[in-house]
C-alpha cells in the first residue's frame, strides 16, 4: 500500500438478500479472505441483485476492491468517528422539513 | 389498497413462509408471492426505495480482546434469554393487524410516517450489517455469539417495517449492494457508546409511544404501534448487551471516556429532538406533544443509562430547553439557506451552522449530574 497511492484487487464474493417477512438483510461475503479496512471501496461487478418478496437470492459475484492510501485509511480512521451518530435509528432522514 | 397478506391467494396451501414445513411450499409459494409482487408493482407503479445503509469497519482486534469473566453471570443469563427466542413469532401480522386506508391518509401525515418507516427500517438494516460484519470480523466466542443474535432481531425489525412499507405501496430496494461503496471506521468504544444509548433511547421512544396509544387508543392511526411493546424489548436486550460488554473494562466508563460520555449524550438527544421536530403532522396525529415527548424519553433513557455512565444530562436545566429550541431553529434555517442556494443561501447556512455548533457547546457545558454506578449491571425492561 503506497502513501498516496491506490490498489485495486479482486475479489471472489457471495452476495446474499434475504427479502422475507421474517427477514430483511443483505450481505457479501469474500470467499477468499479479503480484509476491508477504512476507506477501502467496494463494488460487487454485475447486475443490479433483485430478491422477490418471500425470497433469499444468493449469487457468486466479483467484487472490486479499490485499497485506500494509506493517507486515506488516516483520515478515514480519524474522521470516521464524526459519522458516528449514523448508527441512531432516528438519524436517517435526510430531510429536514419533510 | 390493501395487500397485507397474502389471503388473495386461494387454497389451502400455507400462506406465510413462517408455516411452511417442507421445501415445495416454500418454493411454489414465493413463485406465487413473486408474481403477486410483481402484479402488484406494475399495477400500482410502486415506488421504489433504494435503502442507503452505510458500512462500517472497527478494530476487530479490540473487539476479539474483550473478555466477559467478570460479568459472566449476567452474560450468560441475558444470552440464554436471547437464544431462547422469546419474540420469534411475534413480529407476524395477525388479526390485530387493521386495515390501513392508506389512500385517505391526509398526505402531509404519509409523508411523514412514510419517511419514519423507512428511516426506521434503514436504522434496523444498517444495524444488521453493522452486527453481522462483527460477528463473522470477530474470534471471540462469546462476542460472536452476541452479534449473530442481534442480527437476527435487526433483521427480523425490517423485514417486519418492509412489509408496512409493501402495504403503503413502496417497495424497498436492496440494490445498493452492487454499487460502490466505501468502508469508514469507527473505534469500538464509539460504537459502544453509540448503539448502547441507541438502543436504550429507542426502547424508551417505543414504549413511551405505546404506553400513550395504550391510553389514547383513537390516536393509534397504523397497526404497526401495536407491536412496539415486544419490539422495544429486542432493543432492551441489545442495549443490556452492550452495557455488560462496557462493564467488562472499566476504563470505558471513567476518566478521560466520560466527556466521551457526555458527547454522546447530549448528541444523542439533541438529533433526537431536532428530528422529532421534523415530522409536526405524525407527533399531531399520534396525539403527542414531540417537546412532552423528547423530554419523556429524555428521563427514561436518562435513568436507564444510569446503569453503566457515571453522569447525566441536567435536562431540567434553565439552558437546556431554549438551546435546544434554538438549536432546532438553527436547524431549520441551514437547510432553508442551502436551498435558496446563491452568495446569501450560503450565507446563511454558514451563520446557522455556527449558531448550532454554538448551541451545542451550551448544551454540552451544562453542568451533569455524577452518581455512583450500582456494581450490578442488568436491568428489566419496567416502563
Known amino acids: 500500500m503506497g502513501i498516496l497511492t491506490r490498489e485495486i484487487e479482486r475479489a471472489p464474493c457471495t452476495v446474499e438478500i434475504s427479502h422475507k417477512f421474517e427477514s430483511l438483510h443483505a450481505h457479501v461475503r469474500f470467499n477468499n479472505g479479503a480484509v476491508i479496512y477504512p476507506g477501502d471501496e467496494v463494488t460487487v461487478q454485475g447486475p443490479e441483485i433483485m430478491a422477490p418478496f418471500g425470497e433469499i437470492v444468493s449469487e457468486d459475484r466479483e467484487a472490486i476492491i479499490v485499497r485506500a492510501s494509506k493517507l486515506e485509511q488516516l483520515w478515514t480512521r480519524m474522521t470516521g468517528d464524526l459519522e458516528v451518530m449514523e448508527l441512531c435509528e432516528f438519524s436517517f432522514s435526510e430531510e429536514v422539513r419533510l | ?383
Open chain 2, 1 to 383: 389498497m390493501n395487500v397485507q397478506n397474502t389471503s388473495d391467494m386461494k387454497g389451502a396451501k400455507p400462506t406465510h413462509t413462517a408455516d411452511i414445513t417442507n421445501v415445495e411450499d416454500s418454493l411454489a409459494l414465493q413463485q406465487e408471492q413473486a408474481k403477486y409482487d410483481d402484479d402488484f408493482a406494475t399495477n400500482t407503479a410502486m415506488s421504489n426505495t433504494l435503502l442507503t445503509p452505510r458500512f462500517y469497519t472497527t478494530d476487530f482486534d479490540e473487539l476479539d480482546a474483550i473478555d466477559v469473566s467478570p460479568v459472566r453471570e449476567d452474560w450468560d443469563k441475558l444470552i440464554a434469554q436471547m437464544v431462547s427466542d422469546p419474540n420469534k413469532g411475534h413480529f407476524k401480522k395477525n388479526e390485530d393487524w387493521d386495515h390501513v386506508d392508506w389512500e385517505n391518509m391526509e398526505p402531509q401525515l404519509k409523508k411523514e410516517f412514510i419517511d419514519f418507516l423507512i428511516s426506521s427500517c434503514t436504522a434496523e438494516f444498517s444495524g444488521c450489517v453493522l452486527y453481522k460484519e462483527m460477528k463473522r470480523r470477530g474470534n471471540n466466542d462469546d462476542i460472536v455469539q452476541l452479534f449473530q443474535l442481534m442480527a437476527r432481531d435487526e433483521a427480523r425489525h425490517a423485514g417486519f417495517i418492509n412489509d408496512a412499507l409493501r402495504e403503503a405501496g413502496l417497495r424497498v430496494n436492496l440494490g445498493f449492494l452492487t454499487q460502490s461503496k466505501k468502508y469508514t471506521y469507527f473505534r469500538p468504544k464509539f460504537i459502544y457508546y453509540a448503539t448502547y444509548l441507541s438502543e436504550k433511547i429507542g426502547y424508551a421512544r417505543y414504549i413511551t409511544i405505546f404506553r400513550h396509544l395504550e391510553a389514547h387508543p383513537e390516536h393509534r392511526f397504523h397497526p404497526i404501534f401495536k407491536w412496539f411493546q415486544e419490539w422495544c424489548n429486542d432493543e432492551f436486550s441489545h442495549g443490556e448487551a452492550f452495557a455488560l460488554l462496557m462493564k467488562t473494562d472499566p476504563k470505558l466508563t471513567s476518566g478521560r471516556n466520560v466527556l466521551w460520555i457526555k458527547f454522546f449524550l447530549t448528541a444523542v438527544y439533541a438529533t433526537m429532538y431536532v428530528r422529532d421536530h421534523q415530522r409536526p403532522a405524525f407527533h399531531e396525529a399520534l396525539g403527542v406533544d414531540p417537546d412532552w415527548y423528547a423530554h419523556e424519553v429524555f428521563t427514561k433513557t436518562s435513568k436507564l443509562s444510569e446503569q453503566i455512565f457515571p453522569i447525566t444530562l441536567d435536562i431540567e436545566h434553565p439552558r437546556w430547553q431554549p438551546t435546544l429550541e434554538r438549536l432546532q431553529r438553527a436547524n431549520v434555517a441551514i437547510a432553508e439557506g442551502k436551498e435558496a442556494g446563491g452568495l446569501g443561501g450560503k450565507l446563511k447556512a454558514w451563520a446557522n451552522s455556527a449558531k448550532a455548533a454554538l448551541c451545542f457547546a451550551q448544551l454540552y457545558t451544562i453542568p451533569a449530574h455524577k452518581h455512583r454506578v450500582p456494581e450490578s449491571t442488568r436491568l428489566e425492561p419496567v416502563y
